[in-house]
């Protein structure tokens, strides 16, 4: 199982957010290129990273520092979320050495475009499965879906989705525990592999996760832990390693 660190932008600054909430922002870095070789020299095998301005306007705006990001470290495998809505702007990514895209809002609202983007873009499709109680929130989870989480996984499993990022809106940036339970039960909801995203606190909770990785989860996504030092990225990897 990979620890994954989160780089979320915002304003071109590495921010971290609580429960998704723009106004609740902490900023832990002006330099997003920088950030990301800070996590590198920890021992990162692969980096999420998030557009969080992004998200909400629907198109990419950090869209530099994701760019840069993945030109600096070109061996280091990069993924990016947040307003992500045509095939033009993944090609762009692609393009320019990103390694995985994350669809969100536009796969809830558009399943066929996963589809078609699986097939333009093979391998390098991910799916963001944000829920809040088990049900899906979209844009920048302001809107709530009412559709289960569960149910868009089996969706998209013949389309050849790389993986699942699944986040538990209401442990997001709380530093409250991972959500277990929830991600279990999305890794068992279908043969796509599932990264677990949101409230991985401590070394408890990548603990709890490694037990039960091999029914399907495949990384853990963290964020605010790692930046306050409650977890010590090269210490969880070797951890899991050796599991």
Not at 54 to 75: C, M, R, S
Not at 143 to 164: H, N, P, W
Not at 181 to 205: R, W
Request: net charge negative.
């Amino acid at each position: 199982m990979l620890i994954i660190p989160a780089i979320d932008l915002k304003d071109g600054h590495c921010v971290r957010l609580r429960q998704g909430r723009m106004e609740d922002s902490t900023t832990f870095g002006e330099d997003p290129i920088a950030m990301a070789g800070r996590w590198v020299k920890a021992g990162a095998r692969r980096i999420h990273l998030v557009d969080l301005n992004g998200a909400f306007a629907g198109k990419p705006v950090n869209g530099a520092a994701v760019t840069g990001i993945a030109l600096a470290y070109p061996d280091l495998p990069v993924q990016i979320g947040g307003g992500i809505r045509t095939l033009e702007i993944i090609e762009h990514y692609l393009a320019a050495g990103v390694q995985s895209v994350i669809i969100g809002t536009k796969a809830v609202e558009d399943p066929e475009f996963v589809d078609l983007c699986c097939k333009e873009f093979p391998g390098h499709i991910m799916v963001g499965l944000d829920a809040r109680d088990g049900k899906v929130a979209t844009e920048g989870w302001a809107k709530d879906t009412g559709v289960l989480a569960t149910e868009l996984a089996k969706r998209f499993e013949q389309s050849g989705v790389e993986s699942i990022v699944y986040t538990d809106i209401s442990r997001d940036g709380m530093m409250q525990g991972v959500n277990v339970e929830a991600t279990l039960n999305m890794a068992k909801a279908s043969s796509i592999a599932v990264i677990a995203s949101g409230g991985v606190t401590n070394m408890k909770d990548i603990e709890e996760l490694c037990a039960v990785s091999a029914q399907g989860i495949s990384g853990a996504i963290t964020g605010r832990a790692i930046y306050d030092g409650a977890i010590d990225l090269e210490a969880a990897q070797k951890y899991c390693d050796n599991q």
